[in-house]
């Protein structure tokens, strides 16, 4: 079993930390994982990938995901043409897709949680949440995660990915 | 979902790129002295070791340098009085401390650079190949190339390990931004290492001039004693194999016991190519892979044990042809040779089974690039 799964964000919106706390968290579960940012100069705003695998094995390939199983759009305004079987999407509404739709609206409970910086609310808890949800991980192995990744700043964090694990609506 | 996959093994399982598993390894190994000046993508390495000595995790010196000349200066140093050290470069870097490098080598001092390998300009590019660390190879360093953050780990320490018993420096090379920016499942083993040792020391007071001019033979001897026990070094890393991670040696030997075909290649782009091999071996070809885990020493007898039909995928040219072809083919052996993914042009699983797919077909050209 391999899971491969693109992140599409903005820079500045969190998507490499939600790679790293997803991968931490199949690693508690007992997977192997892979967290991987797209390489090259980020910039705040600008359209940025993040890729996650998830194993039973060892995961060896190490080239950025092609075909993801999974796709995680953080801004829906983000173009995104893909026949991933999973999409899970930062928005109130879902949009119409072959594969399954999972959506949240990741901003609000962000700011809810005051997880802002300059005016730009940070995705990377609450998509953690909905992506934990639709990948069955476990919310505690999220939890220690979210600890292991962020320290001291996890506890608003988690709260609002517990939060989005539990609102997070699917077709 | 839940699975015992990982749960093979004992120690602290921890989710690192090659970079964080590098300094974890550093921690481990308690150097004296440090010395680094940044350059992407191997700065997260100091970064975080520069945070551990902040912190008091690591009690070490930790000197901020103007420039990567000066960091293999300290370093050479710092080695010289009996320090324990370490250092990291990439790309431009490695080649502005070049010099150094000779010196250090020359002088046989054991010391520890992790090399996170990148492309060297122009044109400009910060992204992997293995143009950089392959500079290295006449210099008489140790070159070990790890394929994924658990053997980048296993490396670091062993790289002390050996280097402090043969009087020989030692380069660790992980693939740019595919390992060092990848976070990876690592298991942190708490390995005790010998305590430090090397054939001279020069402290304060002592009165001793070493490096002076040299006249006659002195040069020539000192030189061909280094590759000899360069290639001495060898017994050293198979010997002490099994203690850092028992990746196997000089060489990892990939489905090759019955192969017909064999691919040789080194660093991270080499699982990618391990499941295109598992691909054509569902299609009953019988292909495997050297993986070549050391450039010096270079692991002549290994390569000579392989099938005649040999693929050398290289990922740095020297002329028209790829390194590695050039060192697999000074062993004996007819090879066909392909240079590809200069400057981080991505080779992925499918361009890597196309590839094999051409080769095992007999479509090759003796030399291509893949572009």
Same mark, same amino acid.
């Given at each position: 079993m391999l899971i491969e799964v693109t992140i599409y964000c903005r820079g500045g919106q969190g998507g490499v930390t939600t790679a790293r706390i997803l991968a931490t968290a199949a690693m508690l579960q007992g997977y192997y994982s892979q967290a991987m940012p797209q390489f090259g100069p980020e910039r705040r705003g600008a359209r940025v990938n993040a890729y996650i695998r998830i194993s039973d094995r060892l995961i060896r390939r190490r080239s950025p995901v092609k075909k993801p199983d999974v796709l995680v759009i953080f801004d829906r305004k983000i173009e995104v043409d893909s026949e991933a079987e999973v999409l899970i999407l930062n928005s109130p509404e879902p949009f119409s897709s072959s594969g399954k739709v999972y959506y949240v609206d990741a901003t609000e409970i962000a700011e809810k949680n005051g997880l802002v910086n300059a005016g730009w609310a940070i995705l990377s808890a609450p998509m953690s949440g909905a992506v934990a949800r639709a990948l069955d991980i476990e919310l505690s192995a999220l939890k220690e995660a979210m600890y292991a990744e962020l320290g001291t700043r996890a506890e608003k964090s988690f709260n609002a990915a517990k939060e989005a694990y539990e609102v997070v609506k699917w077709t | 979902m839940r699975t015992e996959g990982n749960r093979n093994d004992s120690g602290i399982k921890k989710l690192l790129t090659s970079?964080?598993?590098?300094?974890?390894?550093?921690?481990?190994?308690?150097?004296?002295?440090?010395? @680094?000046?940044?350059?992407?993508?191997?700065?997260?390495?100091?970064?975080?070791?520069?945070?551990?000595?902040?912190?008091?995790?690591?009690?070490?010196?930790?000197?901020?340098?103007?420039?990567?000349?000066?960091?293999?200066?300290?370093?050479?140093?710092?080695?010289?009085?009996?320090?324990?050290?370490?250092?990291?470069?990439?790309?431009?870097?490695?080649?502005?401390?070049?010099?150094?490098?000779?010196?250090?080598?020359?002088?046989?001092?054991?010391?520890?650079?992790?090399?996170?390998?990148?492309?060297?300009?122009?044109p400009w590019n910060i992204h992997g190949d293995h143009t950089d660390i392959m500079s290295l190879r006449d210099t008489g360093w140790i070159i070990g190339m790890a394929?994924?953050?658990?053997?980048?780990?296993?490396?670091?320490?062993?790289?002390?390990?050996?280097?402090?018993?043969?009087?020989?420096?030692?380069?660790?090379?992980?693939?740019?931004?595919?390992?060092?920016?990848? @976070?990876?499942?690592?298991?942190?083993?708490?390995?005790?290492?010998?305590?430090?040792?090397?054939?001279?020391?020069?402290?304060?007071?002592?009165?001793?001039?070493?490096?002076?001019?040299?006249?006659?033979?002195?040069?020539?001897? @000192?030189?061909?004693?280094? @590759?000899?026990?360069?290639?001495?070094?060898?017994?050293?890393?198979?010997?002490?194999?099994?203690?850092?991670?028992?990746?196997?040696?000089?060489?990892?030997?990939?489905?090759?016991?019955?192969?017909?075909?064999?691919?040789?290649?080194?660093?991270?782009?080499?699982?990618?190519?391990?499941?295109?091999?598992?691909?054509?071996?569902?299609?009953?070809?019988?292909?495997?892979?050297?993986?070549?885990?050391?450039?010096?020493?270079?692991?002549?007898?290994?390569?000579?044990?392989?099938?005649?039909?040999?693929?050398?995928?290289?990922?740095?040219?020297?002329?028209?042809?790829?390194?590695?072809?050039?060192?697999?083919?000074?062993?004996?052996?007819?090879?066909?040779?392909?240079?590809?993914?200069?400057?981080?042009?991505?080779?992925?699983?499918?361009?890597f089974y196309r590839l094999f797919r051409k080769f095992v077909d007999g479509k090759l050209e003796k030399v291509e690039w893949l572009i």
């Amino acid at each position: 079993m391999l899971i491969e799964v693109t992140i599409y964000c903005r820079g500045g919106q969190g998507g490499v930390t939600t790679a790293r706390i997803l991968a931490t968290a199949a690693m508690l579960q007992g997977y192997y994982s892979q967290a991987m940012p797209q390489f090259g100069p980020e910039r705040r705003g600008a359209r940025v990938n993040a890729y996650i695998r998830i194993s039973d094995r060892l995961i060896r390939r190490r080239s950025p995901v092609k075909k993801p199983d999974v796709l995680v759009i953080f801004d829906r305004k983000i173009e995104v043409d893909s026949e991933a079987e999973v999409l899970i999407l930062n928005s109130p509404e879902p949009f119409s897709s072959s594969g399954k739709v999972y959506y949240v609206d990741a901003t609000e409970i962000a700011e809810k949680n005051g997880l802002v910086n300059a005016g730009w609310a940070i995705l990377s808890a609450p998509m953690s949440g909905a992506v934990a949800r639709a990948l069955d991980i476990e919310l505690s192995a999220l939890k220690e995660a979210m600890y292991a990744e962020l320290g001291t700043r996890a506890e608003k964090s988690f709260n609002a990915a517990k939060e989005a694990y539990e609102v997070v609506k699917w077709t | 979902m839940r699975t015992e996959g990982n749960r093979n093994d004992s120690g602290i399982k921890k989710l690192l790129t090659s970079n964080e598993a590098i300094a974890e390894a550093v921690r481990i190994a308690k150097p004296d002295v440090i010395a @680094a000046y940044p350059i992407t993508p191997q700065s997260p390495i100091v970064e975080r070791l520069a945070e551990m000595v902040g912190s008091g995790e690591l009690d070490a010196s930790f000197v901020r340098v103007e420039s990567e000349h000066s960091a293999m200066a300290v370093i050479h140093g710092a080695a010289t009085a009996g320090a324990r050290v370490f250092t990291a470069t990439s790309s431009h870097g490695l080649a502005y401390m070049f010099e150094m490098c000779w010196w250090i080598a020359g002088s046989r001092l054991p010391a520890v650079m992790a090399v996170a390998t990148r492309s060297i300009g122009a044109p400009w590019n910060i992204h992997g190949d293995h143009t950089d660390i392959m500079s290295l190879r006449d210099t008489g360093w140790i070159i070990g190339m790890a394929e994924s953050a658990q053997e980048a780990f296993d490396m670091t320490l062993q790289a002390f390990a050996v280097s402090e018993e043969v009087n020989i420096p030692f380069a660790v090379g992980i693939d740019a931004f595919t390992m060092s920016h990848t @976070a990876e499942v690592v298991e942190i083993r708490d390995v005790r290492l010998p305590e430090r040792r090397q054939a001279y020391r020069i402290l304060p007071g002592m009165e001793v001039a070493v490096n002076a001019v040299t006249v006659g033979d002195a040069r020539m001897r @000192a030189r061909y004693d280094l @590759a000899v026990d360069l290639e001495k070094s060898a017994e050293v890393i198979e010997r002490t194999d099994n203690e850092f991670g028992s990746h196997g040696g000089l060489v990892e030997k990939y489905r090759l016991e019955d192969a017909e075909y064999a691919v040789v290649m080194a660093g991270g782009w080499c699982g990618d190519a391990k499941d295109a091999i598992d691909m054509l071996r569902d299609e009953g070809v019988k292909i495997g892979m050297l993986r070549l885990r050391f450039i010096r020493p270079f692991p002549e007898k290994a390569v000579k044990g392989l099938p005649s039909e040999i693929l050398v995928v290289d990922r740095a040219n020297t002329g028209i042809r790829g390194i590695l072809g050039i060192e697999t083919s000074s062993c004996g052996v007819e090879v066909e040779n392909v240079v590809a993914g200069l400057g981080g042009l991505d080779v992925d699983v499918d361009n890597f089974y196309r590839l094999f797919r051409k080769f095992v077909d007999g479509k090759l050209e003796k030399v291509e690039w893949l572009i």
